[in-house]
């Protein structure tokens, strides 16, 4: 099962059934046709080819009403099983699950900095070898490998075009992949495969469109719509981090005045805290984290809320543009920077409601992941399932 099963799946009705399986199970081939208004035919010689391939399975449905039991149809979620990396910046994150995104086994290695592009690709590899082990399944059952890479990274080639804190270039992860491990592989940057994550795992049933923001060392975002990442003409869409929130404010690492990421990252937090500080002559003896913030501002000390409440407008004013660009039904929240949800998520709610345009669009709602870390991980592995169960390429 390598290449081929990508391919496979290239038909658009076989997609079309193998989704509504996914999404209706247990379900028999009369309601797939009377679903998908595709001809009895169509999904009988399909569904065979998906029995055959291993893809789904058939059960007769118990009744107590006696007669003839309808033979449902379900997918085989152990059939195959996928591989997802979350790589960089401090750590590779691999971990193995079936295709219902169940975990089978996780590994984490530290990334030593300076590395070089060798090096990097090295643990890459190691970390899929290992992680596959040991969830005890066999490299021939792996379907493919989705990798979220921070950084900029170009998707159609599965490039890293360039990774700022590993401070790497066009290093060819696709590439380098399957010619090792010979499956299909999808590289993508890591906040929008966390966005898909959070999509296809997070629990919000079947939405339209949702924006995830990633709030940690930096501020990342993805869009979703319909199950699927938006990437805008030029591969731009999302980058929310670099939004102008304040033309006079500080300088940002990309040469703007004021951008999102200037008030409402981990160091940001701390240089603002500092500030205030350094305003009433007061010094901590201590290095100050974001965490510290946090801290002292749960113990009562009024100037930590304070910083944590500039934050929480600041990402209130960002928010509620991206509201006015995107209008997505449900915004999710995540990354370090959210553990001060509880002096940043009133805030950010008040703002979004005090300037959002219309009754709807104040009422958006505003939410915390509850994946934690693993969004971006299972969203490398979402990338995958995308193709899988989604594709209507021909
Ligand atoms: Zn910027």
Not at 175 to 180: K, R
Not at 217 to 225: K, M, Q, S, W, Y
Not at 287 to 295: I, M, N, P
Request: glycine share 10%.
């Amino acid at each position: 099962m390598q290449r081929g099963t990508f391919q496979l799946m290239k038909s658009v009705n076989k997609s079309i059934i193998l989704n509504k399986i996914r999404t209706c199970e247990p379900i028999s081939r009369a309601q797939i046709a009377k679903e998908t208004e595709l001809t009895p035919p169509t999904v009988s010689s399909i569904v065979k080819e998906l029995l055959e391939q291993g893809m789904v399975y058939e059960q007769k449905k118990a009744t107590s009403m006696g007669g003839r039991r309808p033979t449902m149809l379900y997918i085989n979620k152990t059939a195959y099983y996928l591989v997802g990396v979350d790589a960089g910046p401090e750590t590779m994150n691999a971990i193995v699950t079936d295709l219902g995104g169940t975990i089978l086994g996780r590994i984490s290695y530290v990334l030593n900095t300076p590395i070089t592009e060798a090096s990097f690709l090295d643990v890459m590899k190691q970390s899929i070898n290992e992680v596959v082990r040991l969830a005890n399944v066999k490299m021939e059952e792996i379907m493919g490998i989705g990798v979220a890479m921070h950084g900029v990274v170009e998707v159609a080639t599965g490039k890293s075009l360039y990774a700022p804190n590993l401070k790497l270039t066009d290093i060819p992860i696709k590439e380098a992949l399957e010619q090792e491990f010979c499956v299909t592989v999808k590289v993508e940057n890591d906040a929008r495969a966390m966005a898909l994550g959070e999509a296809w795992f997070g629990g919000h049933g079947d939405l339209g469109s949702m924006v995830t923001v990633n709030l940690g060392r930096g501020v990342g975002a993805g869009i979703v719509t319909d199950g699927k990442l938006f990437h805008g003409a030029k591969d731009i869409a999302g980058e929310i981090g670099h939004m102008t929130i304040d033309i006079n404010g500080e300088i940002c690492e990309c040469g703007n005045h004021g951008c999102l990421q200037t008030f409402a990252t981990g160091p940001a937090i701390v240089r603002r805290a500092q500030r205030k500080l350094a305003e009433r002559g007061a010094e901590h003896s201590f290095k100050l984290t974001a965490e510290s913030v946090f801290e002292l501002a749960k113990a009562g000390n009024t100037l930590y809320v304070d910083v944590l409440e500039e934050t929480g407008f600041a990402i209130g004013i960002g928010l509620t543009n991206v509201i006015h660009i995107v209008n997505p039904e449900k915004i999710v929240l995540g990354g370090g920077v959210m553990k001060s949800e509880e002096f940043l998520l009133p805030i950010i709610k008040k703002t979004v409601n005090n300037n959002a345009l219309t009754e709807g669009a104040k009422n958006t709602e505003v939410k915390v992941t509850k994946l934690g870390k693993d969004a971006t991980v299972l969203g490398a592995v979402a990338l995958l399932l995308v193709e899988i169960f989604d594709s209507v390429l021909g």
